[in-house]
């Protein structure tokens, strides 16, 4: 069923379960158990970051003073373009993906906003030259 709505979050309850071979009431039943269970947290659109304008991606690896990263959570959500933000183990302790209309305003996000923030020590940025279509659940 998640394989299904991840391919097509607008697939009808009829149509989900004939993909299934299961009742409509089955099919009724187990996505209200998943919503109640917040396994399925929501419905949208998947949209490609080109055609919506922004062309340039990359992923930025920042470390931060350890007493800061509690309240520099908040603030990495209100910088403009942040499309994901990931705390992670290892050489650094916050992984963005940065997604800009092009290279100066990417510049602009990493050097004016990301590095003026209270507690950022360095930043590490990738271009993100292609991305490669796929799904954790297909």
Known sequence: MLAE??????????????????????????????????????????????RAGLGTSAYIMVTVEQTSWRTMATDLHEIPYVDHVALVGGDFDILL????????????????????????????????FEELPGSVLS
């Open 5 to 50: 709505l991840s391919a097509d979050g607008r697939l009808a309850v009829r149509a989900l379960a004939e993909r299934l071979h299961i009742s409509r009431t089955n099919a009724y039943a187990r996505l209200e158990r998943l919503l109640a269970e917040g396994v399925i947290t929501g419905f949208g659109a998947r949209i490609d970051p080109r």
């Open 97 to 128: 993906l940065v997604r800009a209309p092009d290279n100066s305003t990417l510049r602009d996000v990493v050097l004016e906003r990301l590095q003026a923030l209270d507690g950022v020590r360095s930043t590490r940025t990738w271009l993100i």
